[in-house]
T-cell receptor, first 116, second 110 residues
Framework: DGGITQSPKYLFRKEGQNVTLSCEQN?????MYWYRQDPGQGLRLIYY???????QKGDIAEGYSVSREKKESFPLTVTSAQKNPTAFYLC???????????????FGPGTRLTVL | DAKTTQPPSMDCAEGRAANLPCNHS???????VYWYRQIHSQGPQYIIH?????ETNEMASLIITEDRKSSTLILPHATLRDTAVYYC???????????WGAGTKLIIKP
């Protein structure tokens, strides 16, 4: 089955530790995205990547880092510099960048990160 | 800075049409109207999008007013599985991304 996988579903970390969230897609999509969602709110864009080896900051990139070494993978690292890391993190992809803008983004199931 | 206004919650009876309103009075001429929905603790799912004309697909219909200042998403025969938060999104920011508001929580009742 084609789709986007995020693992794990739930993640717990101690304050001050960096943590990396996984996102893999087998849809052969060029563009990938990371969003953060806080309770009762909409999604906010953290980073996006239009193509392999390229990525751009979104609206709330501070305290996060990403890499795009492979087309299928777009891992997100939540660093200790992120002041409020506890949130629901969603990864998405689209066929290409403009497809994501003017048509459809496909979302993974999300990772709920709790920092203790 | 979301450019849309939606009611925070709505109820609808199972089998009836669910009509979800959205106001976007400051929409620009080249901005599309998108609808996504999110079932609890899952990733959002694309429903439909449009620019000026009304649109229909297998999931829903999108009715956009002539002045484009508001729109309505119609789920023709709502089922219990349609219970979700529905997001109306019209803003494409300077980096061509979607800006999400808080959405409408739609509850389908048996």
């Amino acid at each position: 089955d084609g789709g986007i996988t995020q693992s794990p579903k739930y993640l717990f970390r101690k304050e001050g530790q960096n943590v990396t969230l996984s996102c893999e897609q087998n849809l052969n999509h060029d563009a990938m995205y990371w969003y953060r969602q806080d309770p009762g709110q909409g999604l906010r864009l953290i980073y996006y990547s239009q193509i392999v080896n390229d990525f751009q900051k979104g609206d709330i990139a501070e305290g996060y880092s990403v890499s795009r070494e492979k087309k299928e993978s777009f891992p997100l690292t939540v660093t200790s510099a992120q002041k409020n890391p506890t949130a629901f993190y969603l990864c998405a992809s689209s066929k290409d960048f403009l497809a994501g803008v003017y048509n459809e983004q496909f979302f993974g199931p999300g990772t709920r990160l709790t920092v203790l | 800075d979301a450019k849309t206004t939606q009611p925070p919650s709505m109820d609808c009876a199972e089998g009836r049409a669910a009509n979800l309103p959205c106001n976007h009075s400051t929409i620009s001429g080249n901005e599309y109207v998108y609808w996504y929905r999110q079932i609890h603790s899952q990733g959002p799912q694309y429903i439909i999008h449009g620019l000026k004309n009304n649109e229909t697909n297998e999931m829903a219909s999108l009715i956009i007013t002539e002045d484009r200042k508001s729109s309505t998403l119609i789920l023709p025969h709502a089922t219990l599985r349609d219970t979700a938060v529905y997001y109306c999104i019209v803003r494409v920011s300077s980096n061509y991304q979607l800006i999400w508001g808080a959405g409408t929580k739609l509850i389908i009742k048996p």
